[in-house]
């Protein structure tokens, strides 16, 4: 389900494939704050195939349940999300979100 309000803070969505790790990292980079590189998951290698539904969740804002600006101790900005995905049930969020 696409939430246009979390999508619209959006700046984009990095996806890095983590030779060390031997999988994949997937991000979000917000707009409009101090802080622009905050939130994702990290992927194994066996979980290729859903790379790109992942991606397209967190750009449609469905990856998250909300999303705010917040302000950290040391007084910069960045977007505190919390996920409506998890790792350990991935296919099952992504299926429910409409993404599988």
Known sequence: MMN???AAMLED???EEDHELGGFLISAVWRGVDRPNTGGIGLPGKDA???PLVEKAMR???FWS???IATDVNGKTYVAAAAAVSGRHLKADLRRLGYL
């Open 49 to 51: 195939k859903l790379v």
């Open 66 to 68: 909300h999303a705010a």
């Open 4 to 6: 246009p309000a979390i």
């Open 13 to 15: 969505v990095l996806v």
């Open 60 to 62: 449609d804002g469905a």
